[in-house]
C-alpha cells in the first residue's frame, strides 16, 4: 500500500468519525511563497483547503510538493476540527454538571451552617449603632 492511499484512508476514517462528508470541503491551490526557488514560483504548491460549515480555513505552503501541502493542509484541517468538537464537549458538559449544581437541594447539614452564619451577622449588625 503506498503511503498516499494510506493517507485517504486514514483522512476518510477521520471524516467518518468527525460524521463530516468530503462535500463540505473546498480545495484551491495557490503559487506558494518563500524558499524552494523557481519550483514555487512557477507551479501551484499551496493548498488551501476550508470547511464550509464551520468557516474554518487551513493553508499549508511549508514543501515545494502540492501532494505533501495537501495532506499537511488536511491534517490541520481535520485536527483543528477534532479540538473544536472536544472543546464543545467539554463546555456542554460542564454547562450540564453546572445546571445540576445549582439545582440540586443542599444538605440539612449545609443549610443549618448557612442559616447559623446568616444570624451571627444578623446580630453582629444589630449590636453595631449608627449613632456613635
Known amino acids: 500500500m503506498n503511503p498516499s492511499s494510506d493517507f485517504q484512508t486514514r483522512k476518510l476514517a477521520r471524516l467518518a468519525k468527525l460524521g463530516l462528508d468530503l462535500g463540505g470541503f473546498e480545495e484551491r491551490f495557490a503559487r506558494a511563497s518563500g524558499p524552494g526557488g523557481q519550483h514555487v514560483n512557477k507551479v501551484s504548491t499551496a493548498v488551501t483547503l476550508r470547511h464550509a460549515a464551520s468557516g474554518l480555513a ?3 505552503q511549508d514543501t515545494r510538493s502540492q501532494a505533501m501541502n495537501r495532506q499537511l493542509a488536511w491534517e490541520r484541517m481535520l485536527d483543528s476540527l477534532e479540538k473544536r468538537l ?4 467539554a463546555a456542554d458538559r460542564h454547562a450540564r454538571e453546572k445546571t445540576r ?7 440539612w447539614g449545609v443549610k443549618q ?6 444570624r451571627r451577622r444578623s446580630d453582629l449588625k444589630k449590636t453595631r449603632s449608627k449613632d456613635w
Do not use: G, H
Not at 472536544?86 to 464537549?89: G, I
Not at 449544581?101 to 444538605?107: C, D, E, H, S
Not at 451552617?113 to 446568616?118: G, I, P, T
Open 58 to 60: 487551513v493553508t499549508a
Open 86 to 89: 472536544l472543546e464543545k464537549r
Open 101 to 107: 449544581r445549582q439545582t440540586a437541594k443542599k444538605p
Open 113 to 118: 451552617r448557612m442559616l447559623d452564619s446568616k
